[in-house]
């Protein structure tokens, strides 16, 4: 017998997941020169991270765009970018993804067309465009248009490229961003299978596919999940996925072909779990996380990208990606994993997990379909107002010492560590002069072009908006005439309108009663407003800029609601004069500014610039966010009362230092 068979192996090694890097900042000649080099260091994949503005469908110099550009991504504002981010770089040998939602048809076809400008047709070009755009009304807020107009646009795309591109994953359902918004597994599961059929109950009622062609949607739908550390919980998790999966695809949309009903995801682990605190316990937490997605062979990721160490920190540099990088090298080349079946195949443990997830994912299912769908789930805050609420309970856990976080909740104690020694040198510093480059960039490309034929796409555009038409010709004609991307959004504003999602905060409470330390800061918020002569301490909390990132700032509202304030929260996507003027309007005590995308130095001096000149210098300002130390002594300099970062995990402590920045504002002892 052959030896191998006999130990269990397999007769041939598995290939290895494709192996990405979440990259680009500053410029797209810059992202460039980062793809090539991690291509270079056996990255197999790209997978492309862009801008705020970009995301949101602005162009560099509109008002909200300020601070915004090249922080968190590379802008794109139109066909010359696109060019020069895939210079050299020849795209049907790439498996390419882009996080890309509410502007998800655009980039793909400026993507598509640099493609056809290097030579390749569109049926060479392999990669995953996320195109999620449910996801962004509970967790990232990137989205742009009603739920409804943006489900057409992702109908419209998925259309397009069954026929046009069909190596291509026109929509990534996208899981992982609930999880980072409080998602239990189940809660997970649940939620991402009920997008996964709003999309494709959108394709098939728009009647763009005809119904024998459903299993070639369905086979072109990937999902993009989330691991956390409690990595045996997070294999069952993918395996209940594909149970599901393959049961919905069946039964709901008469898909006969096992290969095309198939459950496939690509994966970055947790972001949300990455503590500032002793950030070197990253590293192990960043294995653990991906071991949850590749040790069960049977529900294993296609396509993996990690995190870096310094996440928590800000931006990592082209080293920390690197590390990130070679941990998947490690695992996939060096160890035996991949020689083996599943390992799990017949677990009585795993088989009673996976079962319990699936029981209750298909509750949670059922109960967003008895909704209506997953629109009106999302329109009427039941989704949102439940990860707000999971998302509290599992910071009371960690406040209480129920969940250990090494490091922060217990072990504080720690050596100076060496990673972070460098101080802001620890993380990518991005040059300002990089926004004004851009600024400029779009200016020029403006002037450079034939204004004529731009007019009559964006009207082509607009007028097919207004019916059932496919989108993607008319947008792909917008590209060819040199629309910006800012452009391109501004004409679907036109016709679908604008929208703000639900906060989820009418429905949300920490829960527990919050024990007595809850109750003395309460009786502080009372003795204080009553000591001011108010009714309630009166709390505003706001996102300046296009950070969309909210979880901090509405768990920080309920938990001062529960202490007893009074709290005004609008939601993301502000203006300082917004933010402003309801600070003036509603006669707010304190003003919580929250901004994790980096733009704290532009958009927290704006807010405090216009108080100045609204007459209300002596409101005091605090501030929360991925903050390096040196740029939080430069808020304070300016006038913050207090910057708050990740370290700062409790959030009673927290209120009740909102209490004493308010008495001491006002000369209370």
């Known amino acids: 017998m052959d030896e191998t068979a006999s130990a269990g192996r397999l007769p041939e090694r598995d290939r290895p997941w494709v192996m990405r890097t979440y990259a680009g900042h500053s410029s797209a000649t810059a992202s460039n020169a980062l793809f090539r080099r991690n291509l270079a260091k056996g990255q197999t994949g790209l997978s492309v991270a862009f801008d705020l503005p970009t995301q949101t469908g602005y162009d560099p110099d509109h008002e909200l765009a300020a601070g915004e550009v090249g922080r968190v991504g590379v802008p794109v504002a139109h066909l010359g970018d696109m060019r020069a981010l895939f210079d050299g770089i020849p795209l049907a040998e790439m498996n390419t993804s882009m996080t890309i939602n509410a502007p998800a048809m655009w980039l793909l076809s400026l993507y598509g067309t640099v493609a056809m400008e290097q030579g390749w047709t569109a049926d ?23 739920p409804a107009a943006s489900l057409r646009l992702t109908a419209d795309v998925i259309a397009h490229t069954v026929t046009t591109m069909p190596r291509w994953n026109p929509v990534n359902i996208c899981s992982y961003h609930l999880q980072e918004a409080g998602a239990t597994p189940v809660q997970e599961v649940g939620f991402a299978l009920a997008t996964a059929v709003a999309v494709l109950d959108a394709v098939r009622d728009s009647g763009q596919v005809p119904p024998e062609r459903m299993g070639d949607v369905v086979q072109r ?18 395996r209940a996925f594909g149970v599901l999966w393959d049961e919905i695809t069946r039964d709901r949309y008469a898909v006969t072909d096992a290969r095309q009903r198939r459950f496939r995801y690509g994966v970055q682990v947790n972001s949300l779990g990455l503590t500032e605190a002793q950030p070197e316990n990253n590293i192990q937490r960043i294995v653990l996380e991906m071991l949850g997605v590749t040790m069960s062979r049977d529900a294993r990721a296609r396509a993996v990208q990690l995190p870096a160490w310094n996440e928590a920190l800000g931006l990592p540099r082209p080293w920390d990606q690197q590390w990130s990088l070679r941990m998947q090298q490690v695992l996939a080349y060096e160890s035996d994993l991949l020689e083996y079946p599943d390992l799990f195949a017949g677990s009585h443990v795993m088989t009673a997990l996976v079962d319990e997830i699936v029981t209750g994912a298909r509750v949670e299912l059922d109960k967003v379909l008895e909704l209506g769908g997953v629109v009106a789930a999302v329109e009427t805050g039941y989704l949102k107002s439940a990860l707000v609420g999971s998302l509290a309970e599992r910071r009371r856990r960690i406040e209480s010492g129920a969940d ?5 909740n217990r072990y504080p104690e720690t050596e100076p560590s060496p990673l972070t020694a460098a101080g802001a040198d620890a993380v990518e510093q991005v040059d300002p002069a990089v926004e004004a480059a851009a600024v400029e960039g779009v200016r020029r490309w403006r002037a450079d072009r034939d204004g004529a034929a731009v007019d009559a796409a964006l009207d082509r555009l607009r007028a097919d908006a207004a019916t059932t038409t496919n989108l993607m010709p008319a947008t792909l004609a917008c590209v060819r005439a040199g629309v910006t991307t800012g452009e391109w959004a501004g004409a679907l504003r036109q016709v679908f309108g604008e929208y703000r999602a639900p906060t989820g905060l009418a429905g949300a409470t920490g829960g527990g009663g919050g024990g007595p330390r809850l109750a003395a800061v309460r009786e502080r918020v009372v003795a204080t407003a009553r000591e001011l002569g108010s009714g309630r301490l009166r709390l505003l909390v706001g996102k300046p800029g296009l950070d969309g990132h909210s979880n901090g700032a509405e768990q920080i509202a309920v938990r001062a609601r529960d202490a007893g304030f009074e709290v005004v929260y609008q939601g993301i996507r502000l203006t300082a004069g917004q933010i402003v003027a309801a600070a003036v309007e509603e006669d707010v005590d304190l ?18 610039d216009g108080l100045r000149a609204a007459g209300r210098a002596d409101l005091p300002v605090v501030v929360g966010g991925i903050i390096p130390a040196g740029d939080a002594d430069t808020l304070r300099a300016a006038g913050v009362a207090r910057v708050f ?7 009673t402590d927290i209120i009740d230092d909102l209490v004493t920045v308010i008495r001491r504002a006002n000369d209370l002892p």
């Open 124 to 146: 060479m070009l392999a990669g995953t465009t996320q195109n999620d755009i449910i996801k962004e009304y509970l967790s990232r807020g990137t989205y742009i248009f009603p």
């Open 221 to 238: 739908v990937s999902f993009f999940v989330n691991a956390g550390v409690r990595f045996v919980e997070e294999i069952a998790k993918m």
């Open 404 to 408: 250990v976080v090494v490091g922060v």
């Open 591 to 608: 003003v919580g500014l929250s901004v994790l995308s980096g733009s704290h130095l532009a958009a927290v001096p704006a807010v405090l």
């Open 645 to 651: 970062t990740p370290k700062d995990f409790a959030l």
